[in-house]
Nanobody, 117 residues
Framework: QVRLVESGGGTVQAGGSLRLSCAHA????????TGWYRQAPGKEPELVAA???????RYGDPVKGRFSISRDNTKNEVFLQMNNLQPEDTAVYCC???????????WGQGTQVTVSS
């Protein structure tokens, strides 16, 4: 059973930082964690940051220059360092993954990030 587990969410003031983590609670080599999405109330989900095992990255325009995605391939964990957080970053952040073999897509339960002004 695939289960992606996020941690690190919380409430911070504008300008603050948080670090999110995502890990697969199972065979760490059966799932490739690919990145982070977020969904704010009343809005569509949007890409925050994506990464590959080779280390390439891409970011959603609203977070460029403030957020950084990284990964530890030995533990199959992916991290999202979020700096200079703003109220508009308030959302549920979910990590995503794909199977190491074959098609499919997995999502974590999400972790709430709230930024107060």
């Amino acid at each position: 059973q695939v289960r992606l587990v996020e941690s690190g969410g919380g409430t911070v003031q504008a300008g603050g930082s948080l670090r999110l983590s995502c890990a697969h609670a199972g065979d760490i080599f059966s799932v490739n964690i690919t990145g982070w999405y977020r969904q704010a109330p009343g809005k569509e989900p949007e890409l925050v940051a994506a990464t590959t095992r080779g280390g390439s990255t891409r970011y959603g325009d609203p977070v460029k220059g403030r957020f950084s995605i990284s990964r530890d391939n030995t533990k199959n964990e992916v991290f999202l360092q979020m700096n200079n957080l703003q109220p508009e970053d308030t959302a549920v952040y979910c990590c995503s993954g794909i199977p190491a073999l074959g098609p499919g897509e997995y999502w974590g339960q999400g972790t709430q990030v709230t930024v107060s002004s």
